[in-house]
T-cell receptor
Framework: EAGVAQSPRYKIIEKRQSVAFWCNPI?????LYWYQQILGQGPKLLIQ????????DSQLPKDRFSAERLKGVDSTLKIQPAKLEDSAVYLC???????????FGQGTRLTVV | GNSVTQMEGPVTLSEEAFLTINCTYT??????LFWYVQYPGEGLQLLLK?????DKGSNKGFEATYRKETTSFHLEKGSVQVSDSAVYFC???????????FGPGTRLSVLP
C-alpha cells in the first residue's frame, strides 16, 4: 500500500513570497489533515478535510494560508505572503476514519529567509 | 477543547534502562489514544494505540494502557536500546471529528 505522498521535500523562499505544498493521501482515505510542526514542538493542526469538505480550520491563519482538496483526493496548501515565523515542517496525514490512526507523509521543510 | 500534556524532555537513559514517558489528556467523549515516534530524519510513525478504556497498546516492546480514571496513557518499555533514540509524541483522536491533537513531544536519547 502506497503511503502519503508530499512534495516538495524542501523549500526555501524569501519573506513575502508565496509557496504551495502538495499532498496525495492513501487511496480511499476520506480524511486529510495538514499540520504545521515548528522545530522542537508537536504538530499543530491547520486544517482537516472530510472528502472535499472542511471539518476544522479554526487554527488556519486565513489571511495568508489557504487549502483546498478538489475531488476529495489530493490537496494543496498555500501560503501567501510568507513570514519568517512560517518556517516549519508542513505535514500531511490521512485517515480512513472511525477508530483508526492517521498516517503521515514525510513532510515539507519550509525555510523563510 | 481537547489537549495532551507530556512530560518535559529531553530524557537520557543508559541502554537496558526502564523507560516511562508520562502523558495525560483532556477530552470530551471517548477518544482514541496514540503514541507516535519520530526517528531522526524520518516522518511520524504510529508506535501503538488504544481505542477504549483499559485497553493496552503494545509494539516493539513498548506498552501503554488507556486509563480513563486518571486520563493518562503513559508509555513504558522495560529495556531501552540505542535504536529507540527518537522523539515520542502522545496524541488523541476525537472519534467524532477525528481531530488528531498532539502533545509537544519528548526527546529520548539512549546511551550505549
Amino acid at each position: 500500500e502506497a503511503g502519503v505522498a508530499q512534495s516538495p521535500r524542501y523549500k526555501i523562499i524569501e519573506k513575502r513570497q508565496s509557496v504551495a505544498f502538495w499532498c496525495n493521501p492513501i487511496s480511499g482515505h476520506a480524511t486529510l489533515y495538514w499540520y504545521q510542526q515548528i522545530l522542537g514542538q508537536g504538530p499543530k493542526l491547520l486544517i482537516q478535510f472530510q472528502n472535499n469538505g472542511v471539518v476544522d480550520d479554526s487554527q488556519l491563519p486565513k489571511d495568508r494560508f489557504s487549502a483546498e482538496r478538489l475531488k476529495g483526493v489530493d490537496s494543496t496548501l498555500k501560503i501567501q505572503p510568507a513570514k519568517l515565523e512560517d518556517s516549519a515542517v508542513y505535514l500531511c496525514a490521512s485517515s480512513s476514519g472511525g477508530f483508526t490512526e492517521a498516517f503521515f507523509g514525510q513532510g515539507t521543510r519550509l525555510t523563510v529567509v | 477543547g481537547n489537549s495532551v500534556t507530556q512530560m518535559e524532555g529531553p530524557v537520557t537513559l543508559s541502554e537496558e534502562a526502564f523507560l516511562t514517558i508520562n502523558c495525560t489528556y483532556t477530552a470530551t467523549g471517548y477518544p482514541s489514544l496514540f503514541w507516535y515516534v519520530q526517528y531522526p530524519g524520518e516522518g511520524l510513525q504510529l508506535l501503538l494505540k488504544a481505542t477504549k478504556a483499559d485497553d493496552k497498546g503494545s509494539n516493539k516492546g513498548f506498552e501503554a494502557t488507556y486509563r480513563k480514571e486518571t486520563t493518562s496513557f503513559h508509555l513504558e518499555k522495560g529495556s531501552v536500546q540505542v535504536s529507540d533514540s527518537a522523539v515520542y509524541f502522545c496524541a488523541l483522536g476525537d472519534n467524532y471529528g477525528q481531530n488528531f491533537v498532539f502533545g509537544p513531544g519528548t526527546r529520548l536519547s539512549v546511551l550505549p
